[in-house]
Every structure is written in structure tokens, then in C-alpha cells.
């Protein structure tokens, strides 16, 4: 549904040696590979919470109703991307729970989609992801729209028809916070993507480079659905409240802690 750009990397301290040492010898194994993802989740981390790229320590401040970072260090472009992920995720968290407890057409409608009952999927799915993601022009945004592009093509992939993608989710009404998680691995690893794919493309041809970020894709998503736990009902949650941005920033942050290796 979407494709991930490269941009320059943004140098944070110590991710680029353990991506150039992941990806200079040879074939990267999953020992390299693991410590190149775990340092660059541990600077993202740190940009998000901080607007600095040092060692991610505990988090502070939260999201306000607004959409924005409150408390903490500042924060500029890394408070943006916070606020924006955590908006996208208590989005994405209201369509699966509306669709759960009363249908993918009752949902549409709640969206201001409802003009696409009857449509085919793929032009559902496209219409959804609009309304799930912002465009603010900004890296980021571009990021969270590909990361929702994947978990929606995740959550459609055995679904060929509408009443099959309808049948689909309303299956599965106690994993909203497993989707949630799901997504939040996915905006990570479109961000290590953009920002280091300028940095590793130097490094080895085009190919090399392709497998490395799959296998990259693969770790971060066998580790957070593996080790990252499924505790919070979120069935009854109202998903335009404050709590929502909160739970959602919070998954977001249970996600990196995996992927850094801080239980």
C-alpha cells in the first residue's frame, strides 16, 4: 500500500558503527543485526521522549488531548513525532474496536467514510488509511503513514472481499493491543529504513541492503510479538480520550524498550 523512502542519516551517536558494523563483513547475522536495531531504537527513543539522542532513560511528560508532548526536556521534531505516532495509534485502536462491537460499515460511517459502503476493499483500505494518518509534510508523517500502510495491509492479507476484512477483525476483538503493538514495531522499523538506508546503501549494494532490512523488519517483529506482553482489555476504552493517547504512547514506549533490551 506504501513504500519507504531514505533520507540522510541523521548520525545519532553510536548507531551508525553498529549498522556499519552489522552490514561491513559480510552477510549481517542476527547478533549484528539485533545490535544495530537495539541502538538506533534506544537513540529514536531518546529523540522522541527528549529531543536528544544520548542513552534513553525513563520517560517523561506524556501526550496531551491535543496531540502533544507535555512535561519532559523539550522535545522539536522528536516531540512532533511522538504526539503524531501516538495520535495514529489511539486512531487505529478506535477503528478496530468500533469495527470489533459493531461492524465495518457502522465504522465507515462513524469515520465520515461512509460513503464507501459498497466500494471494494482497496478503496476502503486507502480511504482508511487517510483518515488514520496526518500529513503535516513532515518526515515523520511520512513514516507513520507507511508504518499504518503495512499494519493495514497486515490486517487485510487474508481478506479479499470487504465482508472478509469485516469477518476478519471482528474475530479478533481482544487483540486490539496486539495490532497496537504491531503498528509501533512498524513505525520503527520505517524509521531505521529512512534514516539509515542513505548510510547502509554506501556500505553494500543495492540487494545486500534490501535483505539486510528485511531481516531487520523480521527481528523487530518476532521480538515484540514474542516477548512484548498482551495485558490491557481495551474494549471499553474511549478512544478520543486523553487515556487513549496515553495508552497508545505508552505501547509505543513498551515497544522500543523490547527492541532496546530494557525490560
Known amino acids: 500500500m506504501g513504500t519507504s523512502k531514505s533520507y540522510d542519516s ?39 521522549n527528549t ?26 521534531g522528536g516531540a512532533t513525532a511522538r504526539a503524531r505516532s501516538a495520535g495514529a495509534g489511539a486512531r487505529l485502536g478506535s477503528f478496530l474496536s468500533g469495527v470489533a462491537s459493531s461492524g465495518l460499515g457502522p465504522t465507515l460511517t462513524s469515520f465520515g467514510l461512509g460513503d464507501l459502503i ?31 500502510a503495512r499494519t493495514l495491509d497486515e490486517l487485510s492479507k487474508d481478506a479479499e472481499t470487504v465482508e472478509e476484512f469485516d469477518r476478519l ?39 545486500q541492503c534490501d535483505r539486510f532490512f528485511k531481516e531487520s523488519r523480521d527481528l523487530i517483529r518476532t521480538l515484540v510479538s514474542e516477548e512484548l506482553a498482551k495485558e490491557r482489555d481495551l474494549s471499553s476504552i474511549d478512544w478520543k480520550s486523553p487515556e487513549a493517547l496515553s495508552i497508545a504512547d505508552q505501547i509505543n514506549q513498551e515497544v522500543l524498550n523490547i527492541l532496546i533490551g530494557d525490560e
Open 51 to 76: 529531543g536528544t539522542t544520548g542513552r534513553a532513560g525513563a520517560t517523561t511528560g506524556g501526550i496531551s488531548r491535543a496531540g502533544r508532548t507535555t512535561g519532559g526536556r523539550g522535545g522539536g
Open 169 to 207: 477483525l471482528g474475530e479478533s476483538p481482544d487483540n486490539i493491543e496486539g495490532h497496537l503493538q504491531s503498528f509501533f514495531a512498524n513505525v520503527l522499523a520505517v524509521n531505521f529504513e529512512q534514516k539509515e538506508g542513505g548510510f547502509v546503501r554506501e556500505k553494500i549494494p543495492q540487494s
Open 10 to 48: 541523521p548520525k545519532w551517536p553510536g548507531v551508525n558503527d553498529q549498522v556499519g558494523e552489522a552490514v561491513s563483513k559480510g552477510p549481517p547475522t542476527k547478533s549484528a543485526t539485533s545490535n544495530a536495531v537495539g541502538a538506533f531504537a534506544g537513540a529514536y527513543k531518546s529523540f522522541i
Open 118 to 148: 459498497g466500494k471494494p476493499l482497496q478503496d476502503i483500505l486507502d480511504a482508511i488509511l487517510d483518515r488514520l494518518c496526518e500529513d503535516g509534510g513532515l518526515l515523520d508523517d511520512a513514516a507513520v503513514t507507511e508504518a499504518m
